[in-house]
């Protein structure tokens, strides 16, 4: 046996080997990934190559090939933008979780909650990641904000991407707020009612900005239907615009400020 | 190769000069002809060694006389100074084509400053991959972890159903609005909740266009970091009394006698 170990996983490793080549050599193979791609030649680890990952993968879209040494520094940034869109994404998954097992109305939507928290394989688990990552999120956006106006880096030529950066900060607390309500129990109810209340005094239009936010004069289906589709379709859609906006600028403006 | 910078020649040049003249004065001697003569001398002593000073652009005489003999040998004929094709150095004289029948010839050595305006300087960069790429992904690892066991061992409030008819008290808005609730006990409500809040982000959109102070030094911008800190601490402030420190009928409550009135 020991003398035909070696053969055999000799003859795997060949084996290997030839359909690895045979499905690189293939159309299909060949049309996923761009000329250059690590994937179709490899990795060694030489400048070249750690351009190419860039360079010929999607990511190119946001990074460039190359950035500022001092940007790199966690210690700068603290990842608090990257950290704002990580959230986001893990929000977009999760939240595509919940809708499976949701239904915005006043007679379904809590007993929907209730029995994806009892009745569900991981519900319980990926409404508490939904619920405190939305507030990690709105916490991160805002030391965000904080740490880009520390470091100045609000001046020109950034000086629009930081309207758009406030701008997103607004969406970040709509997009919470919308999502506030959808559980639909008294929490949820109490806390828009107070919040909404204050949007009427809103001069000139407020009892009508009121009216169509909420679907009537009180909170009630329709308000549900309205927030959730602001929650899960209408504000992401904007949001998602918006920060693309946001990431190409910040590489036309010429990648993050500083160093101080 | 290494280049003497223009402001630092003209600066070693001027110094000499007044030295020159200085030294003149004392000695009782004649000022103007030292004086005129010292920068020649200057510049005869920088030609070989830069080529690019001031007088150093000048082609050396013995290789203008071999190149015109070498034209003459060859029948050609010496490019008369007027048929030159005009120089950017004034005295900068021409060369006839070469024994071998050359078609080019040197019009002159311009210094790169003149005519091309290098702006860009070079950049400490490194490759995003891996430098940036394996930050991003550790830290998007660590606040995932983060959140799934956060949520593993704390479960997100769900209360009882929605009922019109029964309001909670104290009724509170999600905890980043709880800033406005408070504002809320102290002012009108259009006040407190819109025009406070509105002119609030409006100035804030405005930062940059308000704010003129070019320099991203934080000791040249103590007003602008001052205000700022000042205006994120107010807003801290607010949601934390009003998260911890409002009870039934939003009223002041210490928490730790009262207990915590608040909900995620």
Redesign the interface.
């Known amino acids: 046996m020991a003398k035909t170990a070696p053969r055999r996983s000799d003859q795997l490793a060949d084996k290997v080997g030839e359909i690895t080549g045979k499905v690189q050599d293939s159309q299909a193979w060949n049309s996923i990934f761009r000329p250059g791609s690590i994937f179709r030649k490899g990795y060694t680890d030489s400048p070249r190559n750690r351009s190419y990952v860039i360079m010929n993968s999607v990511l190119y879209h946001l990074h460039p090939v190359k950035v500022k040494r001092h940007a790199v520094k966690v210690s700068y940034t603290l990842c608090l933008g990257g950290l704002s869109f990580f959230l986001f994404i893990l929000l977009t998954v999760t939240g595509i979780f919940l809708m499976f097992f949701y239904r915005p109305t006043a007679a379904q939507a809590w007993d929907d909650i209730y029995s994806l928290q009892t009745a569900v394989a991981f519900g319980l688990l990926v409404r508490n990641m939904h619920r405190w990552g939305a507030h990690l999120m709105v916490l991160s956006v805002f030391l965000h904000m904080a740490r880009v106006f520390y470091h100045g880096a609000y001046k020109p030529p950034r000086e629009f991407n930081w309207v758009i950066g406030v701008m997103l900060l607004q969406f970040t607390l709509l997009l919470s707020f919308t999502g506030y309500l959808l559980p639909w129990d008294q929490l949820a109810l109490w806390a828009v009612t107070v919040g909404t209340n204050m949007m009427g005094y809103t001069p000139v239009f407020g009892r009508q900005v009121r009216f169509v936010l909420l679907g009537g004069f009180e909170i009630g289906s329709n308000t549900l239907l309205r927030w959730y589709v602001l929650h899960v379709l209408m504000l992401p859609f904007v949001v998602v615009i918006f920060m693309a906006i946001h990431f190409w600028r910040v590489r036309k403006d010429g990648g993050i400020s500083g160093p101080l | 190769m290494t280049e003497i910078p223009e402001h630092l020649r003209k600066r070693a040049e001027a110094a000499k000069q007044k030295a020159e003249a200085k030294k003149a004065a004392e000695s009782g001697a004649a000022p103007a002809a030292p004086a005129e003569g010292a920068p020649a001398a200057a510049a005869a002593a920088a030609a070989p060694a830069g080529g690019t000073g001031g007088g150093g652009d000048r082609i050396p005489a013995h290789l203008l006389d071999r190149s015109r003999s070498a034209a003459q040998n060859a029948g050609l004929e010496v490019a008369a100074p007027a048929g030159a094709v005009a120089t950017a150095v004034a005295d900068a004289r021409p060369v006839a084509s070469g024994p071998g029948g050359h078609t080019q010839r040197l019009l002159t050595v311009v210094k790169s400053g003149s005519i091309q305006d290098v702006r860009a300087t070079p ?11 394996v ?2 992904f550790v ?2 690892l660590l ?2 972890a983060f ?2 066991i ?3 061992f ?11 008819n ?3 008290n104290p ?7 709880l800033g ?2 408070e504002l ?1 006990t102290m002012f ?3 006040v ?3 025009t406070i809040p509105g002119m609030g ?1 409006f100035v ?2 405005m ?3 308000v ?1 003129k ?6 000791e040249d ?1 103590k007003f ?2 001052s205000l ?1 800190t000042v205006h ?1 601490m107010f807003w801290s402030v607010l949601v934390m009394i009003g998260s911890f420190f409002r009870g039934p009928g939003f009223n002041f409550v210490f928490p730790w006698t009262s207990g915590l009135f608040f ?2």
């Open positions: 950049q400490d960069k490194v490759h995003t991959w891996p430098h940036l790429l930050a991003e830290a998007a606040i995932t959140t799934f956060f949520s593993v704390v479960n997100a409030p769900l209360l009882q159903l929605a009922n019109l029964q309001t909670p009724s509170k808005a999600p905890w980043y609005f406005l609730q809320l009108h409500p259009m407190a909740g819109v982000l804030l959109g930062a940059p266009y704010d102070n070019p320099s991203n030094k934080p911008r602008a970091i700022m994120l909900e995620l």
